[in-house]
């Protein structure tokens, strides 16, 4: 059922475009500080306590690690995992640099999905606009319907294939710790980004940062 969930997100994120417009699109910047807040509170709530149970420097370098590795993945996908995507409109081929790029991240963040931590909401929170805004814009740039389902549909597999292969290898278990502080930096680069890019001048508007209250509120209760 979760690996279902995660790829539903993808697939109600491209529904969503199928029936906006590009005056309602920018409504979810709201969502998007809603989501990157709820991200960055599981990561500070949950996946932070359970990476330092046993206090470790090195655990501060898999967390740098992987702060250091979303900087290098948004060379190639311009920032899309955070809303930001740029297609150019005159290549209509098959974009493999930027589905690479978010492959790999989508792939990342489904291994510290567990029973103990609510990461899965959190993962399907933060998929849904950001497939909305992907979508949106693959549609509106006039790609093939076919390029675009091929594109989301393997990107929608990615994050229930690393949860799937962190659930059901022995190997990946033992690196829990690791592989989860390295995915710890991914998020902490993505949603505290999500957070800055949603506000302009740097200041936060009143519904966002009531929504931003109000997503570290339930991630805190939940």
Not at 55 to 74: A, D, N
Not at 192 to 211: C, D
């Amino acid at each position: 059922m979760n690996y279902l969930m995660l790829f539903m997100a993808v697939a109600v994120g491209y529904l969503a475009a199928l029936f906006l417009k590009k005056k309602e699109l920018r409504n979810m910047e709201v969502f998007l500080a809603f989501s990157g807040a709820f991200l960055l509170s599981i990561t500070v709530f949950e996946l932070l306590p359970e990476v330092f149970a046993v206090p470790s420097k090195s655990i501060g370098v898999y967390i740098m690690f992987g702060i250091l590795l979303q900087i290098f993945l948004e060379f190639f996908s311009k920032g899309a995992e955070h809303g930001h995507v740029h297609v150019h409109s005159e290549n209509k081929h098959f974009p493999w640099i930027l589905f690479v790029s978010l492959s790999i991240h989508a792939f990342m963040e489904g291994f510290p999905i567990s029973k103990e931590n609510n990461l899965l909401v959190a993962i399907i929170i933060h998929k849904i606009p950001v497939a909305i805004i992907l979508s949106f814009f693959f549609i509106t740039a006039g790609y093939r319907r076919y390029t675009t389902l091929l594109f989301l549909f393997f990107f929608a597999l990615m994050t229930p294939l690393g949860s799937f292969i962190s659930t059901n290898y022995s190997i990946v278990h033992q690196y829990e710790t690791q592989i989860t502080a390295v995915v710890i930096g991914i998020f902490l680069h993505v949603s505290t980004t999500i957070l800055f890019e949603s506000s302009k001048n740097h200041k936060f508007n009143l519904s966002k940062m009531t929504a931003v209250i109000v997503a570290v509120l339930i991630a805190y209760l939940i």
